[in-house]
Nanobody
Framework: QEQLVESGGGLAQAGANLRLSCAAS???????MAWFRQPPEKEREFVAG?????YYADAVKGRFTISIDNAKNTWDLQMNNLKPEDTAVYFC??????????????????WGQGTQVTVSS
């Protein structure tokens, strides 16, 4: 069973930057990796993912960057120019399956514990 451990997050003012990191217990070279978030009282939504290339939700494109370090089995989410609407619990996710639909939460069997990001205006 894969274990994903998140770090980062916290409280930030609008316009600030935060970085989230996710560490896997196994080699990530064959994984599809992603970040999702769940705003208060809303469904979990796709933020960014990486398989053959990076993919981003329209709401974060140009502000967030996903990166991977296969040597360390980690992937990060750099969040720049944060907005109050970015407030959510952020989850990292991973899937070893070929054909994972990167924007679909149910396609991912492995999840981090979630970390709160709160952006004040």
């Amino acid at each position: 069973q894969e274990q994903l451990v998140e770090s980062g997050g916290g409280l930030a003012q609008a316009g600030a930057n935060l970085r989230l990191s996710c560490a896997a217990s196994r080699r990530t070279t064959s994984y599809t990796m992603a970040w999702f978030r769940q705003p208060p009282e809303k469904e979990r939504e796709f933020v960014a993912g990486i398989s053959w290339g990076p993919y981003y939700a329209d709401a974060v494109k140009g502000r967030f960057t996903i990166s991977i370090d296969n040597a360390k089995n980690t992937w990060d989410l750099q969040m720049n120019n944060l907005k109050p609407e970015d407030t959510a619990v952020y989850f990292c996710a991973a899937s070893p399956s070929i054909g994972t639909q990167i924007r679909v939460p149910s396609d991912f069997p492995y999840w981090g514990q979630g970390t709160q990001v709160t952006v004040s205006s």
